[in-house]
């Protein structure tokens, strides 16, 4: 039911053995990312409201946290459940319930605290707080903002001629638009223009009655693996990480799998892009890997001609590009009705 993904690719439960000897020998702490479907899987275990099959699997997810020892970070599943995208603040109500509740179910494993590898081996979550999100918006913006326009380029023909083109397009406004090439969005649009029917999922490409909101949803998992990427350079707090990205939803799992995180360039204080490999190997571009090559080439050296320059993307034309692509969105799909 629960799949696990690090900066490598995909993976299983870090077992109590490797947790030990990375805190042991290179003073890692190896912590779960849980998205937000996660999340809500152990607040229904502590509230009785999952389905028995449902309630089993969560059941025996809580154990197999405890025997391995792994810390959990919930941050960011949370603030996909709390966040208001309108002021882009936390419900502090429904945050505080969610967050005991999570709590309630890790520490419902009475040897939890004594197998826990972390500092002080304390089993309690750090409480999130309703401001915390705010610095993450950007991010998330851009995010949503690029898997919109996938969703766009989509509703136009998503036959096999078409897949090369729809790539070109996207990296182009990418580029032009936004300023930057964002490499996880990118996989996501390879994966869904190459003929991946789980990872159009991803975003509610092909769905009856699409929403913004099955984009605002593929942004989030986007956002998790990027996280997962910088936990996995950057320290968390000056302690060293090695993040494991948790979750059950498959068309995430399907598209995210492809990427591993290689590194990062370091260019200044402020900016360290991924260095991320992601994968064409797609039906779509069967014969067709020279051609789809070329195009990732063209784009990574613009990519790296924009790095140098550092410009950074003014708020006001974030927000401009987004109202732009959600009234082309309404647009189409008010017609289609």
Same mark, same amino acid.
């Given at each position: 039911?629960?799949?696990?993904?690090?900066?490598?690719?995909?993976?299983e439960?870090? $077992?109590?053995?490797? !947790?030990?000897?990375?805190?042991?020998?290179?003073?890692? &702490?190896?912590a779960?990312?849980i998205?937000?479907? &996660?999340?809500l899987?152990?607040?229904?275990?502590?509230?009785g409201?999952? +389905? +028995?099959?449902m309630?089993?699997?969560?059941?025996q997810?809580?154990q197999?946290?405890? /025997?391995?020892? &792994?810390? !959990?970070?919930?941050?960011?599943g /949370?603030?996909?459940?709390?966040?208001?995208?309108?002021? =882009?603040?936390?419900?502090?109500?429904?945050?505080e319930?969610l967050?005991?509740?999570?709590?309630l179910?890790?520490?419902?494993?009475?040897?939890?605290?004594?197998?826990?590898?972390?500092?002080?081996a304390?089993?309690?979550?750090?409480?999130?707080?309703?401001?915390?999100?705010?610095?993450?918006?950007?991010?998330?913006?851009?995010?949503?903002?690029?898997?919109?326009?996938?969703?766009?380029?989509?509703?136009?023909?998503l036959?096999?001629?078409?897949?090369? +083109?729809?790539?070109?397009t996207?990296l182009? =406004?990418?580029?032009?638009?936004?300023?930057?090439?964002? &490499?996880?969005?990118?996989?996501?649009? %390879?994966?869904i223009?190459?003929?991946?029917?789980?990872?159009r999922r991803? @975003?509610?490409?092909?769905?009856?009655?699409? $929403?913004?909101?099955? %984009?605002?949803?593929?942004? =989030?998992?986007?956002?998790?693996?990027?996280?997962?990427?910088?936990?996995?350079?950057?320290? @968390?707090?000056?302690?060293?990480?090695?993040p494991?990205?948790?979750?059950?939803?498959?068309?995430?799992?399907d598209?995210?799998?492809?990427? =591993?995180?290689?590194?990062a360039?370091?260019f200044?204080?402020?900016?360290?892009?991924?260095l991320?490999? @992601?994968?064409?190997?797609y039906p779509?571009?069967?014969?067709?890997?020279?051609?789809?090559?070329?195009v990732?080439?063209?784009?990574?050296?613009a990519?790296?001609?924009?790095l140098?320059?550092g410009?950074?993307?003014?708020?006001?034309h974030?927000?401009?590009?987004i109202?732009?692509?959600?009234?082309?969105?309404?647009?189409?799909?008010?017609?289609?009705?």
């Amino acid at each position: 039911m629960y799949k696990y993904v690090d900066s490598r690719g995909p993976t299983e439960l870090p $077992s109590r053995e490797q !947790v030990i000897r990375l805190a042991k020998d290179e003073g890692v &702490v190896t912590a779960l990312v849980i998205d937000a479907n &996660v999340c809500l899987d152990l607040a229904g275990l502590t509230r009785g409201s999952l +389905p +028995p099959s449902m309630r089993d699997q969560a059941h025996q997810f809580v154990q197999d946290i405890a /025997l391995s020892g &792994v810390d !959990v970070l919930p941050g960011f599943g /949370l603030a996909e459940l709390c966040l208001d995208h309108t002021t =882009w603040t936390l419900d502090a109500t429904r945050l505080e319930s969610l967050e005991r509740n999570i709590s309630l179910a890790i520490d419902s494993v009475p040897e939890r605290a004594s197998l826990q590898t972390g500092d002080g081996a304390a089993s309690e979550i750090e409480p999130v707080n309703v401001e915390m999100f705010r610095p993450y918006v950007p991010l998330l913006q851009i995010l949503y903002a690029s898997l919109l326009k996938v969703a766009l380029i989509a509703t136009r023909g998503l036959s096999s001629d078409l897949a090369v +083109p729809n790539v070109q397009t996207f990296l182009a =406004w990418m580029s032009d638009e936004l300023g930057c090439v964002s &490499v996880l969005p990118l996989q996501t649009a %390879v994966a869904i223009f190459g003929g991946d029917s789980l990872a159009r999922r991803l @975003i509610g490409v092909g769905k009856q009655d699409h $929403s913004l909101r099955d %984009v605002r949803s593929g942004a =989030w998992d986007v956002f998790y693996v990027h996280q997962l990427y910088h936990a996995t350079l950057f320290m @968390i707090d000056g302690v060293p990480h090695r993040p494991v990205f948790v979750t059950r939803d498959r068309a995430s799992y399907d598209v995210f799998s492809h990427s =591993w995180l290689q590194g990062a360039i370091r260019f200044d204080e402020r900016r360290s892009p991924f260095l991320v490999g @992601i994968t064409s190997d797609y039906p779509h571009y069967e014969g067709r890997q020279d051609e789809i090559a070329s195009v990732f080439k063209a784009t990574a050296l613009a990519r790296v001609e924009k790095l140098v320059v550092g410009e950074r993307m003014e708020q006001e034309h974030l927000d401009a590009t987004i109202g732009r692509l959600e009234l082309e969105w309404q647009t189409l799909h008010r017609h289609a009705t």
